[in-house]
């Protein structure tokens, strides 16, 4: 059974500092992975997708890199902010079969201090 | 604007009762979602949809029901059968099943049930 695992569990840095989530899975037969942001008693918003046959993507300070073979994933944030706090949580989809959902990992809460 | 839209955001039953939580999407989306989220927990899959009128169970399916009825809508029951109701519940939609096009999931802002 796929397992997803993201370290560290809790991080807290200074404004400005570039830093980097982990996501381990245990599975390598995946569709693709997911980052997410959740903000406190909200929903999550999806930032990046990465299919199985790339190696990264990027959105503004975000850049997430994909290597399936090792079973991990980073996320890397630039030039953190204050606004950039939330828990980010990554997910895969398995490509194994069994139920079409992602299987999430339990997330790393990020505090940007000011 | 579209959206995800899950009511009510708080909710307070009595333990036996059933209770239903809403989701609505204005996406134009075949693909929902049920998923469950616990504290120190990853979010649980508990129902998905791929199209209208079919459903199939997820990893915690017992003691929870669904319809889709509608393209829009995928409610979810609580049932008096579910141990242990409490948690908060997220209602997800996406273009289409991810598997075909990896197609990103949209998110409501939760229903947070507690069952006393």
């Known amino acids: 059974k796929q397992e997803v695992t993201q370290i560290p569990a809790a991080l807290s840095v200074p404004e400005g500092e570039n830093l980097v989530l982990n996501c381990s899975f245990t599975?390598?037969?995946?569709?693709?992975l997911q980052w997410f942001r959740q903000d406190p008693g909200k929903g999550l918003t999806s930032l990046l997708l990465i299919q199985s046959s790339q190696r990264e993507q990027t959105s503004g300070r975000l850049n997430a890199s994909l290597d399936k073979s090792s079973g991990r994933s980073t996320l890397y944030i630039a030039a953190s902010q204050p606004g950039d706090s939330a828990t980010y949580l990554c997910a895969v989809l398995p490509s194994g079969g069994g139920a079409d959902g992602l299987t999430f990992g339990k997330g790393t809460h990020l505090i940007i201090q000011p | 604007d579209g959206g995800i839209t899950q009511s009510p955001k708080y909710l307070f039953r009595k333990e036996g009762q059933n209770v239903t939580l809403s989701c609505e999407q204005n996406l134009n989306h075949d693909a929902m979602y049920w998923y469950r989220q616990d504290p120190g927990q990853g979010l649980r899959l508990i129902y998905y949809?791929?199209?209208?009128?079919?459903?199939q169970k997820g990893d915690i399916a017992e003691g929870y029901s669904v319809s889709r009825e509608k393209k829009e809508s995928f409610p979810l029951t609580v049932t008096s059968a579910q141990k242990n109701p409490t948690a908060f519940y997220l209602c997800?939609?996406?273009?289409?099943?991810?598997?075909?096009?990896?197609?990103?999931?949209?998110f409501g802002n939760g229903t947070r049930l507690t069952v006393t």
């Open positions: 599975d390598s037969a995946i569709y693709n």
């Open positions: 949809s791929q199209i209208v009128n079919d459903f």
């Open positions: 997800a939609s996406s273009i289409s099943r991810p598997s075909q096009i990896g197609s990103p999931l949209h």
